[in-house]
């Protein structure tokens, strides 16, 4: 869902929230907006502002983070942390989980780049511990 909020922003301009219902409603394929893909759909957005995809401004709403290099790397950390469960993870999962917690569809150069520079920002904070070069989790 945040992926095609994502791409639904990456044109045009600002809109207003019932706008951007119907468009997101519209390009998930939904021909008449009901109460509940309503709800889903706002509840959906306002998941975007918090994890920086969109921003609401004074009532408008339109793109914020465009690419993954307009995250600066505290939120990144943040939002690694957040994708992250419990227990071990390969780098490269949590890579793609942290990617798609961000409404990215792929994990190019530029996000494994910039994701890989928060993991190792969070290993050096203490936030991350590693268990030899590829595995990581939560410290305790």
């Known amino acids: 869902m945040l992926a095609i909020i994502r791409e639904v922003f990456s044109s045009g301009g600002a809109r207003d929230r019932e706008q951007a219902i ?13 109460s509940h893909i309503r709800e889903a759909v706002g509840d959906h957005l306002r998941t975007a502002v918090r994890r920086g995809i969109i921003v609401n401004d004074r009532g408008l709403l339109e793109s914020d983070c465009r690419a993954i290099h307009d995250y600066p790397r505290d939120l990144l950390v943040e939002y690694l942390l957040a ?12 890579i793609t989980a942290t990617a798609r917690h ?22 050096r904070r203490g936030l991350l511990e590693r268990d030899g070069p590829n595995h990581i989790r939560k410290a305790r």
């Open 83 to 94: 994708a992250m469960g419990g227990g071990w993870w390969e780098r490269a999962d949590a």
């Open 102 to 123: 961000l409404g990215f569809r792929r994990t190019g150069k530029n996000v494994m780049a910039a994701l890989k520079s928060a993991i190792n920002a969070a290993v």
């Open 22 to 34: 119907r468009e997101v409603a519209e390009a998930l394929g939904y021909r008449r907006l009901g």
